[in-house]
């Protein structure tokens, strides 16, 4: 099925996390494992079949599109390397996705995380003040948080270099309450030697699912949202400074977007506020 190859298009060409990698050759392999049929003689028939079992058994349409986008980029790389005649995932079109709007915390919960919950004077509390800093300041994925490195923080020019998808390069300037809790943590851990920013107590680089620990256990002293994640963080990181005016193309840099439409869904979380501006300016508006 040429996946080592496939692995190696990722990695190399595609410049794929390991993450996405793996989820990627998982699907491929679920695909032929549904399927059962020689890579040669593969039909759009046969995707199709397998997207209405996915479909069948109650998996989210943003999910399959996942998938099929999996199988799209299997199939060009064995067309291209000619081990197949026709794409036959060409003719595949993506579920149709209701688009839901980011839930995000209000300024007031984020006020009351940094101002009024405490954080213990050890190692622990400041790093987990630092990863809850880092997020709501730069609305940084959580990937991109445990890769960080110590010299990626630039103290001198006030400024964070992140490695998005693609190992693509933004830089995010830094606030001044960072880049003290980044001191602070810092003197923490001056015994450890990893060069990776974040490190449990046994000078290990951190992981996700210590990171979303961490976020949920503070955010719920201070929100009754029930969701409580590293990426309503970066949603509310995004909403809160549009709704402080900053300019939409300015955020989409910020975030590492590729296209102005994944940024744009957060200008429906500022309805309201454009209906008081509205109110307020028109002549004939509501004084």
Request: with cysteine; net charge positive; charged share 25%.
């Amino acid at each position: 099925m040429y996946l080592d190859q496939f692995l190696n298009y990722l990695k190399n060409e595609r410049n794929f996390s390991k993450k996405t990698i793996e989820s990627y050759l998982n699907d491929v392999n679920q695909f032929f494992l549904f399927n059962n049929v020689e890579l040669g003689i593969i039909s759009s028939s046969d995707i199709r079949g397998w997207v209405i079992s996915l479909k069948e058994s109650g998996l989210e349409s943003v999910s399959i599109n996942r998938k099929i986008s999996s199988l799209r980029s299997y199939f060009k790389l064995c067309k291209r390397e000619s081990w197949i005649d026709q794409d036959p995932s060409q003719k595949i079109k993506l579920l149709a996705v209701k688009k839901r709007l980011p839930n995000f915390f209000s300024e007031s919960a984020m006020e009351n995380l940094f101002s009024e919950v405490k954080f213990p004077n050890d190692f622990t509390g400041a790093r987990d003040r630092l990863i809850l800093e880092v997020f709501y300041s730069t609305g940084i994925r959580v990937s991109e948080l445990v890769d960080l490195k110590k010299s990626q923080f630039n103290l001198t020019s006030k400024t964070l270099i992140v490695f998005g998808k693609g190992r693509k390069e933004r830089i995010i300037p830094l606030l001044n309450n960072v880049i003290e809790s980044f001191k602070i943590y810092m003197n923490f851990r001056s015994n450890m030697k990893s060069n990776y920013l974040f490190l449990t107590v046994n000078s290990e680089k951190t992981y996700p699912k210590l990171i979303y620990r961490v976020v949920k256990e503070y955010l719920g002293k201070v929100t009754t949202i029930s969701k409580k994640s590293p990426h309503i963080l970066r949603h509310t990181f995004a909403t809160h400074l549009l709704n402080r005016g900053a300019d939409i193309n300015t955020i989409k840099e910020l975030l590492g977007h590729k296209s102005l439409l994944s940024t744009q869904v957060y200008t429906h979380n500022s309805l309201e506020k454009i209906k008081r501006i509205y109110q307020k300016s028109h002549p004939r508006g509501e004084k």
